[in-house]
C-alpha cells in the first residue's frame, strides 16, 4: 500500500504533459537523457530537470554508467503498479503517444544491431570454449532443475555478461539486476533484455568487490562462469555472500580443474578452474557452506573435455 503523501507526491510528479510521456517510455525501456531528447524533440535541460524531479519523488530510478545515466521506472512494487495501472489505460491510438512509440522502437532496433554486431565480431571467441563442454542450454536446464520451483524476490547476477542468466530465470525473480565491469556488455544484455520483453530485470555497470547497494537483499546471487577470469576469486565470493539474505542461495558456475593451458593466453583466463577444495575455502571464507555441487561433462565434444560445476552455497 502506498501512504497518502507518497501517494500525493507521485501524482503530482506525473500530472504534466511531458513527464507522463517520459514515464509512459521509461514503463518500456531504460533510457538516456540523449535517447530522450531525440524522442521528445525538447532541450536537454528541460528533459533534465522534468527526470530528476521525478527520480526525487521516487518514480523513477536513475543509474550511472560511464558517462551516461540511464533511467527507468523505479523498482518499487507498488509504485510500479500504481504506474502500470494508469498506463494501461493510455489510448494506443493517441497521435503523441503513438509518434513516442515508434521513436522508441527506432532506438531499441538501433540497440539491437549494435548489440548484434558486438556479440558477432566475438561469436568466434565464444564458439571455441563452447566446443569444449557441455552445451550450454543443458547447463541450463541443469541449473533450472536444481533450483527446483523455488520463486526468488531479487535475484543479482554478477559478471552478467550478455546477462543470459537474467533471462533463463526471468520466470523464478520478482526483480532482477545484472552487474558488469564492461559497457560493451552491457549494451548487448539490454537489448537481449529487451527483445525478449524482460521488464523486471535490468543491468548495472559495477564492480563486483563492491556491492554495498545490495548487502543483505538478494534471495539468489548467481556467478556464472566468471570467476575462472579473477586475480581473486575468494574475494568476489565473499562479496557475493554479503548480499544474500539469510535464507538465500548463492550459485557458482564454472569449470572444474583443467589443463587448457591456451585459455589463459587466448581468452584471458587466470584460473583454470576450481577443485572441491578450492571452493569450500572460499565458502569458509565468506560464512557459507557448500550445499550441494554437481560435474556436467559430455563424451559429444573433443576430448578431453571441460567440466562445468554447478555450486550452490548456503549460510
Known amino acids: 500500500m502506498i501512504g497518502h503523501e507518497d501517494l500525493v507526491a507521485i501524482l503530482r510528479a506525473i500530472a504534466e504533459p511531458t513527464r507522463l510521456r517520459l514515464v509512459n517510455l521509461l514503463a518500456r525501456s531504460e533510457l538516456t537523457v540523449t535517447d530522450l531528447i531525440s524522442i521528445l524533440n525538447q532541450s536537454q535541460p528541460r528533459i533534465s530537470r522534468h527526470l530528476k524531479l521525478m527520480a ?3 518514480v523513477l530510478s ?27 489505460d493510455i489510448d494506443a491510438e493517441d497521435p503523441v503517444f503513438a509518434r513516442d512509440w515508434r521513436k522508441l522502437e527506432d532506438i531499441r532496433e538501433a540497440r539491437a544491431r549494435s548489440a548484434e ?6 561469436a568466434e571467441r565464444w564458439d571455441e570454449i563452447r566446443t569444449l563442454h557441455l552445451a550450454e542450454e543443458d547447463v541450463e536446464q541443469n541449473i533450472l532443475k536444481q533450483l527446483g520451483d523455488t520463486r526468488f524476490t531479487t535475484m543479482l547476477d554478477l559478471g552478467t555478461g550478455t546477462g543470459r542468466m537474467l533471462e533463463v530465470f526471468s520466470d523464478r525473480y520478482n526483480h532482477g539486476v545484472g552487474i558488469d565491469t564492461s559497457a560493451d556488455m552491457l549494451a548487448v544484455a539490454r537489448a ?32 556464472h562462469m566468471v570467476l575462472h577470469f579473477l586475480e581473486e576469486p575468494g574475494l568476489a565470493v565473499e562479496e557475493a555472500a554479503r548480499c544474500l539474505t539469510d535464507d538465500g542461495r548463492l550459485l557458482i558456475v564454472d569449470f572444474a580443474p583443467h589443463d587448457f593451458e591456451f585459455l589463459r593466453a587466448a581468452h584471458s583466463h587466470v584460473r583454470n578452474g576450481f577443485s572441491r577444495e578450492d571452493m569450500e575455502g572460499f565458502s569458509a571464507s565468506a560464512g557459507l557452506k557448500i550445499a550441494s555441487v554437481t560435474d556436467l561433462t559430455t563424451d559429444d565434444v573433443v576430448e578431453p573435455a571441460l567440466t562445468v560445476s554447478v555450486w550452490e552455497l548456503r549460510r
Not at 554486431?117 to 566475438?122: L, P, T
Request: net charge negative; glycine share 8%; hydrophobic share 35%.
Open 56 to 58: 526525487d519523488s521516487g
Open 117 to 122: 554486431a558486438y556479440f558477432s565480431a566475438n
Open 192 to 223: 537481449k533484455l529487451e527483445e525478449n520483453g524482460i521488464g523486471h530485470a535490468e543491468v548495472r555497470l559495477g564492480d563486483l568487490f563492491d556491492l554495498s547497494e545490495y548487502r543483505g537483499n538478494c534471495d539468489l546471487v548467481m556467478i
Open 62 to 88: 536513475r543509474n550511472r554508467e560511464g558517462t551516461r545515466a540511464f533511467y527507468r521506472l523505479a523498482q518499487s512494487p507498488q509504485t510500479v503498479k500504481l504506474l502500470q495501472d494508469i498506463l494501461n
